[in-house]
């Protein structure tokens, strides 16, 4: 009992003194304005010492991914300090490799400016803009998930490659949060944002989206992510979601034979029970108008004697295991729990594909 009691009056002396170091050095120490150096610039911005990096730049609208919103748990938000951004901090060593320490790369959100600061962000992220949007039309797919489109209203048009992400800003307790979502419209609607959102219990960004009425407006940056789809017609894409991952998968199909209409391509599709099923009968009807275009569902768990399903039935990687042949020239795109990125990933490189051809993003 009284090694409890010292235990737990030690944790509350150590973040009350973290909290009074916090709020004093915001009220007592005055960095002045520093200068913030962007690619070398010839034009150095001017900014108050004080703030972290991440909401520095997002000040002077520049927006770097950040799907935690700042809180240092999600790896997004990593640039470049060549100067002036102080020593590695603990928090950032998860999620840096020993190659990104060598290199300077650092996550934005854990640097504070303190002095003159150096960094060097990608020509694209510079280009990322905010949008304005209106809610054109509210769609629920499952009992959990639904589909959202989003008109643009300022700028009226977005450029963004198949596979994309923005993120959705919404006021929690009076601060901007941000949340990446997946755009699942095709590259021909450059007027639309639509995306696919699951209702998380309890979250903040999920639940905002689930209560959006048609008329009502939504502002966010974009576009961000790495999803590069390859150029040649001669490669097959490979196409493996679950639950809300369908989103990427969506738009990269859609776009993909918008382009290119004889095009091979596999979409394997994780369910857990029937219940999990969306756009499936959408996706075989393109498959009747393209036919190397493949949709291949998979139920993971036992269903009901009520459920109707004739389809695969087991994890979804076992299904690309089946369907796949080896050696085939492919590229892969990959989005839903890391488990099943996992799982996807070993099979995928046992049938021949290269760490640069596979792309994924775990939610
Ligand atoms: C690149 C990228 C693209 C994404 N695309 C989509 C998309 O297209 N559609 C979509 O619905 N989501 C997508 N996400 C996930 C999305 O960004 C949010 O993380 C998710 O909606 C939860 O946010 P929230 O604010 O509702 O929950 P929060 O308020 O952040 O979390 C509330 C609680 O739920 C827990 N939690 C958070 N996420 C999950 C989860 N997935 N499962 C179970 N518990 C969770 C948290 O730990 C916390 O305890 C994407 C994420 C990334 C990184
Ligand atoms: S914004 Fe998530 S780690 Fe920096």
Known sequence: MVYLWSVLSLGGLTAALAGLLIVSERLLVDYGVCKLDINSGEEPLEVDGGDTLLSTLYANEIFIPSACGGKGTCGHCKITVTAGGGRVLPTETPYLSRKEIRSNVRLACQVKIREDIFVRIPEELLNVQMFSSVVES?????????????????????????????????????????????????????????????????????????????????????????????????????????????????????????????????????????????????????????????????????????????????????????????????????????LMIEAVTGVLREKGLRSKDIFYDEF
């Not at 499952?142 to 800003?169: A, C, F, N, W």
């Not at 998380?200 to 008329?215: D, E, K, Q, R």
């Open 138 to 338: 509210v769609r629920e797919l499952t009992y959990d998930i639904k589909e959202m489109r989003l008109r643009l209203t300022e700028p009226m048009e977005i450029s963004h490659r198949p596979g994309q992400y923005v993120q959705i800003q919404v006021s929690s307790a009076g601060e901007p949060i941000f949340r990446a979502y997946s755009i699942s419209s095709s590259i021909a609607e450059p007027n639309i944002v639509e995306l696919v959102v699951r209702l998380i219990p309890g979250g903040i960004c999920s639940t905002y989206l689930h209560s959006l009425n048609v008329g009502d407006g939504v502002n966010f940056t974009g576009p961000y992510g790495e999803f590069v789809l390859n150029e040649d017609p001669s490669v097959e894409v490979v196409c493996v979601g679950g639950g809300c991952g369908m989103a990427p998968m969506k738009n990269i199909i859609y776009s993909l034979y918008e382009r290119w209409p004889e095009r091979s391509c596999w979409l394997f599709f994780g369910c857990r029970t029937t219940h999990d099923i969306f756009y499936l009968e959408q996706f075989e009807k393109l498959a009747r108008k393209h036919p190397n275009f493949h949709v291949v569902y998979a139920m993971s768990e036992k269903l009901d004697e009520s459920e109707q399903w004739e389809g695969d039935t087991g994890f979804v990687h076992l299904s690309v295991d089946k369907c796949l042949g080896a050696d085939v020239k492919r590229q892969a795109f990959l989005c839903g729990p890391p």
